[in-house]
């Protein structure tokens, strides 16, 4: 039963690019949260995606954008990088169950993303 | 607005003693509170969870924690340290209308031989 997978493991981008990361959720579940993690802090919320819809956001700029397929997989796409982008961007998935599940989040191993 | 916060940047303790990872919280309503685990160049693994029910849940690798109403606390145990428990250990609530998960700026565990 494989968990989440994220691709890439590693990217490095320059100031003014675009990204575009990917995440496959855990087999089962059909939810997809995306959490930036800046070093030494902890994961922060980006936005949520149920039913290909995103569902909540948190306090993130609009150059950061995303997609659900109707797999459940899910897209993170982030425009005009800053340097203040670099980051370990984590994919976690969950069943909604009605989007009140007590059920936990599984992530993925992350995107570390570098920007120069 | 639910948050969580993890005292102790790092706690330090010797392998066989017992640990504790200290964690608050402050939630409309009932809290559900959660603990993950990082080990590093890795995501977070799920530890245990407080939904409801008994104040003292059981989870993996032989972790435990205590919900404390009055303290508005969910510290994190473990009976007897192993060195491969060192980690970044992470709490965290959930949103009360959605499956968005608040983290607490973490704490590092490092358990010495």
């Known amino acids: 039963d494989a968990g989440v997978t994220q691709s890439p493991t590693h990217l490095i981008k320059t100031r003014g690019q675009q990204v575009t990361l990917r995440c496959s959720p855990k087999?089962?579940?059909?939810?997809v949260s995306w959490y930036q993690q800046a070093l030494g802090q902890g994961p922060q919320f980006i936005f949520q995606?149920?039913?290909?819809?995103?569902?909540q956001r948190g306090n993130f700029p609009d150059r950061f954008s995303g997609h659900q397929f109707p797999n459940y997989s899910s897209e993170l796409n982030v425009n005009a990088l800053l340097l203040g982008d670099s980051a370990l961007y984590l994919c976690?998935?969950?069943?909604?169950?009605?989007?009140?599940?007590?059920?936990?989040?599984?992530f993925g191993d992350g995107t570390r993303l570098s920007i120069l | 607005a639910q948050s969580v916060a993890q005292p102790e940047d790092q706690v330090n303790v010797a392998e066989g003693n017992p640990l504790t990872v200290k964690c608050t919280y402050s939630?409309?309503?009932?809290?559900?509170l959660f603990w993950y685990v990082q080990y590093p160049n890795r995501g977070l693994q799920f530890l245990l969870k407080?939904?409801?029910?008994?104040?003292l849940v059981k989870g993996s690798y032989g972790f435990e924690a205590e919900f404390n109403k009055s303290q508005t606390s969910f510290h994190l145990k473990k009976p007897s340290a192993l060195v491969s428990d060192s980690a970044l250990y992470f709490c965290?609530?959930?949103?009360?209308?959605?499956?968005?998960?608040?983290f607490g700026t973490g704490t590092r565990l490092l358990v010495s031989p």
């Open positions: 407080y939904i409801t029910g008994d104040n």
């Open positions: 087999s089962g579940h059909d939810t």
């Open positions: 939630v409309s309503g009932n809290p559900y």
């Open positions: 976690a998935s969950s069943l909604a169950a009605g989007m009140r599940s007590n059920q936990p989040q599984h």
């Open positions: 995606y149920y039913e290909e819809e995103e569902r």
């Open positions: 965290a609530v959930r949103d009360l209308s959605f499956q968005k998960l608040v």
